[in-house]
């Protein structure tokens, strides 16, 4: 192969990424205009100040901005392991179906679930509804079973003491938080387990990602002889 083959890609594929970087583009304006005009709908419509839908929650209510710090580091911990793995999944989608690929979208959709329950508090919400807590948590439940079961077919190539210390770090904070105890620093303990096993979960998912694009980058790139 010569240098110039190496170097230069096929006017086709650069006419290909051109249109996925217009559609890419589309997709964005799209989803702007959408949930702006859901402000304009809500503050029109529904009575709801748009104020109080664009600005952080501690400064409208004129909170020290430490509040809920921890509950936001567990958040963006939530997120950075399931953007991590449906990466990895959607950028090795050329292998097929694999227990590594099954994997990491149940790791990814088990962390954007709990990321996207513990920044609207959700669980919470349905509790006023009067459905009981341990009923809410049942598709929770599912789908960590699920990411579980993929992760033990793996276990031999995956980092599987992380995901160990994650479930386990999880199942002692939902048993303090579901134990009748009230005393001094229950809380504590239930926010303690909690955020090491985000931590837990977030290194593993990051980790098996990093794994997949590896494998998946070596065996599109063969070594030249």
């Known amino acids: ?6 170097t230069h890609s096929p006017p086709a594929e650069a006419g290909r990424w051109h249109r996925s970087e217009a559609g890419t583009i589309i997709a964005v304006i799209l989803v ?7 402000l304009v709908v809500a503050d029109r419509v ?9 600005r952080n929650p501690n400064a409208i209510a004129r909170n020290p901005g430490y509040f809920g710090i921890v509950s936001n580091i567990g958040v963006i911990f939530w997120i950075v392991g399931a953007a991590a ?3 990895a999944f959607a950028a090795t989608r050329a292998e097929g179906t694999t227990p590594l690929r099954r994997t990491l979208l149940a790791g990814g959709l088990f962390a954007a679930l709990m990321g996207i329950d513990d920044f609207l508090v959700l669980l919470k919400a349905v509790a006023t509804t ?4 341990e009923v809410a948590l049942v598709p929770h439940m599912l789908v960590l079973c699920a990411l579980c079961y993929c992760a033990y077919t793996v276990r031999a190539a995956t980092p599987r003491l992380l995901l160990v210390g994650s479930v386990l770090s999880m199942g002692l904070s939902f048993a303090a938080d579901m134990a009748p105890i ?4 229950a ?7 909690k955020l090491v096993g985000i931590l837990f979960l977030s290194a593993y998912l990051v980790t098996i ?3 997949a694009l590896q494998h998946g980058g070596a065996s599109r790139h063969p070594a030249i002889g």
């Open 46 to 54: 529904f009575g709801i100040d748009y104020y109080d839908l664009v």
């Open 32 to 38: 702007s205009v959408a949930i702006l005009a859901s």
């Open 187 to 193: 809380t504590f303990v239930e926010e303690a387990f």
């Open 1 to 6: 192969m010569n240098a110039k083959a190496q």
């Open 85 to 87: 793995a449906l990466q």
């Open 182 to 185: 009230h005393v001094g620093g």
């Open 130 to 133: 009067g459905i009981p807590e």
């Open 209 to 211: 990602s990093h794994q």
